[in-house]
Nanobody, 133 residues
Framework: QVPLVESGGGSVQAGGSRRLSCEAS????????LGWFRQAPGKEREGVAG????????DYTDSVKGRFTISQDNAKTTLYLQMDNLEPEDTAIYYC??????????????????????????WGQGTQVTVSS
């Protein structure tokens, strides 16, 4: 089990910014593929952004490209999602997730599968982000 704890959610007006954090204790980030996902009411969980340390790749779903940035701190114990120019459509519960990616090949396989929540094994409890117009 990989404990993942999200924080930073809240309410913000459209056009504003928010930074989400995900504390991951007891893991070494280079051994995991990491991602941010979200689920809006009545919708399926969708991938937002992923970071694949073993192959040096980040990925974003089209709707957030240019607005959201996924990153890690230097100690590689905290995952971030910087969200700028927020839109009401970004309202959702945001989750961080991790999937073991010990080798570069494993990271490549996970990356090629896309930001599919079915391929991430460990999940946080989620944090609510509400964007008002």
């Amino acid at each position: 089990q990989v404990p993942l704890v999200e924080s930073g959610g809240g309410s913000v007006q459209a056009g504003g910014s928010r930074r989400l954090s995900c504390e991951a204790s007891g893991y070494r980030s280079r051994l995991y593929c990491l991602g941010w996902f979200r689920q809006a009411p009545g919708k399926e969980r969708e991938g937002v952004a992923g970071i694949y340390t073993a192959i040096g790749v980040t990925d974003y779903t089209d709707s957030v490209k240019g607005r959201f940035t996924i990153s890690q701190d230097n100690a590689k114990t905290t995952l971030y999602l910087q969200m700028d120019n927020l839109e009401p459509e970004d309202t959702a519960i945001y989750y961080c997730a991790a999937e073991p990616c010990v080798t570069a090949n494993q990271a490549l396989v996970v990356h090629q599968r896309g930001l599919d929540p079915r391929h991430f094994r460990y999940w946080g409890q989620g944090t609510q982000v509400t964007v008002s117009s």
